[in-house]
């Protein structure tokens, strides 16, 4: 019974996002999923008493595996086989989580649920801070900020590519523009080490 309980809350959530990602979540009801299931309005309400709790189950799965990946990975990997793991898995993860990526991307953050949106806020910058070099830069700052964002829109963006194809693809433009030496700060004095190569640790 739980098990069954707990796969038609998982067919909710997929179709919640499918069609968060179509109509965008302002144009999206519970009406509209339920019809999309065959399913009585009552019985999406009864799981999900609200849309925005409802969106917040959607962006759970993407945000816990984020949040891992941030943890394990810690302060900026600065060597360069631990950078390549970093960038793999940021990668994998976008890959894994394209759609709800692709919801964000086509306008919907500007309806998000305020806890949401702090999570989305939080990752975003703690990803910038992971793959960024001087942040006090306000250059290093608009680098990393359209180097992260615009690969996470670009996950989004060829729905024509199968998993594995976006996967080789988002690498490649990956250590394209986050693997070059990092900018750092005038006040360090230290010799600038390039990190752009690709080896093992």
Request: cysteine-free.
């Amino acid at each position: 019974m739980a098990e069954a309980v707990e796969q038609t809350r998982d067919r909710m959530i997929r179709t919640a996002l499918a069609l968060f990602g179509e109509h965008g979540y302002e144009g999206t009801s519970i009406q509209m999923i339920a019809s999309s299931m065959d399913l009585s309005k009552a019985a999406v309400s009864y799981h999900f008493p609200t849309k925005e709790i409802l969106l917040n189950a959607v962006g759970e799965p993407a945000f816990a595996d984020l949040k891992v990946f941030l943890d394990e990975m810690g302060d900026k990997p600065s060597k360069p086989g631990r950078r390549r793991q970093a960038l793999e898995e940021y990668v994998r993860l976008m890959v894994k989580h394209r759609a709800f990526l692709a919801f964000l991307a086509r306008g919907g953050k500007a309806g998000l649920t305020e806890p949401v949106r702090s999570k989305w806020n939080m990752v975003t910058a703690r990803i910038e801070e992971l793959f960024g070099g001087d942040l006090d830069d306000p250059a290093e700052r608009v680098y990393i900020f359209a180097a992260t964002r615009g690969l996470a829109v670009a996950s989004a963006a060829f729905p024509e590519f199968t998993d594995d194809e976006l996967r080789d693809h988002l690498l490649t433009a990956a250590e394209r523009v986050l693997t070059r030496p990092r900018r750092r700060s005038t006040r360090d004095t230290t010799p600038n080490t390039p990190e752009s190569a690709v080896g093992t640790d």
